[in-house]
């Protein structure tokens, strides 16, 4: 069984607005909301893949109740704990470029987390779980690497999408997937990764550090997947893109959703992107019809 693990859940409120004037009054054309958080996002893919996973983590509030009805709407399985304290809300303005303001979240108790941790003592050897997104300031420094010890402990594969110290963390763990964007893979090296070749080489030293597969998605230059065997890139398809928010997540969907049909791991790389790139093409994240559409697009090719 997959579980994610999001730590700080978000309702995302997407904004089209058409020419946005800072210090003005404006009005948006088009709005949506969408629960999110990485966790979620992953989840939320997952199922659209006929691939059953969890959601774990925190939800508090009228926010938290809007997460989770809107996740029984889809059939998408969750057990968050209570915070008490609404869930946050981000806002996602489409305005030519994308311009982000992420809430901080609620504060979670040591009480709560205690529960939180728990509950991933109690999953079984073989599962997979997913922690994805960054870690609100009311918890642990370390919880991920609390929680990775605990997976390490179980034998429960762990797969993690974070930035900054949350990764930092991880390396040298066990980690049966790793996913940075090409951003986040520069900045744990404290440099910048613009190509293909510059990923593989930092994706290499996390391999040679503990990560079993370790995908570098790259916008739109598609995404890199190094092993202790090789290194792929998949390119990505043509299209227009309306709404990355939440594409980093799909690749990891994708990806996943592959693996437990017992696809390759080139296979899986290519679902990745095609899921990435699927959701990038949506406002809302990608369906089963938008991947399998987009799958004769991409083409993997080795890398030395
Ligand atoms: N312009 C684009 N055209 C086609 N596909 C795209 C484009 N931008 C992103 N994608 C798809 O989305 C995937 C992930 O993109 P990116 O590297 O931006 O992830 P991310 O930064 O982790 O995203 P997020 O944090 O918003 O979920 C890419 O590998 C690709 O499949
Ligand atoms: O603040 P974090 O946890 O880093 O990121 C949260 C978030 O930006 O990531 C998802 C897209 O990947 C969105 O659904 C959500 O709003």
């Given amino acids: 069984m997959i579980y994610t693990c999001t730590l700080n859940p978000s309702i995302d409120y997407i904004m089209h607005v058409n020419q946005f004037e800072p210090g003005g009054l404006n009005r948006a054309e088009k709005t949506f909301y969408y629960p999110g958080g990485k966790g979620i996002n992953v989840s939320r893919v997952l199922n659209q893949l006929s691939t059953p996973s969890t959601a774990l983590g925190f939800a508090g509030g009228f926010t938290g109740q809007f997460i989770r009805s809107f996740l029984d709407e889809e059939g998408v399985s969750h057990q968050f704990i209570e915070t008490g304290e609404p869930s946050r809300i981000n806002v996602k303005m489409k305005s030519g470029d994308e311009t982000e303001i992420n809430g901080p979240g609620p504060a979670i108790t040591s009480d709560q987390q205690t529960e939180l941790l728990s509950s991933i003592e109690k999953l079984s050897p073989n599962d997979t779980l997913v922690i994805a997104g960054s870690v609100p300031a009311s918890l642990d420094k370390d919880i991920y690497l609390k929680i990775a010890s605990i997976c390490k402990e179980k034998n429960i594969s762990l797969v993690a999408d974070t930035s900054g110290a949350a990764l930092k963390q991880l390396i040298g763990l066990p980690v049966m997937l790793l996913k940075p964007n090409h951003h986040e893979l520069g900045q744990l ?24 597969n370790v995908i570098v998605s790259m916008g739109s230059d598609g995404a890199v997947l190094v092993t202790s065997q090789y290194a792929l890139h998949a390119n990505v398809p043509q299209g227009q893109v309306k709404n990355s928010v939440g594409a980093g997540d799909s690749v990891v969907a994708g990806f996943l959703a592959a693996l437990s049909t017992g696809k390759n791991l080139e296979t899986a790389l290519r679902y990745g992107v095609a899921a990435g790139s699927a959701t990038a093409f949506n406002d809302d994240l990608c369906n089963q019809k938008e991947v399998d559409g987009l799958l004769q697009d991409i083409v993997v090719t080795g890398l030395n």
């Fill in 189 to 212: 090296f404290e440099t910048t990764v613009t190509t293909k070749d510059d990923a593989v080489f930092y994706a290499k030293k996390l391999v040679e550090q503990g990560a079993e």
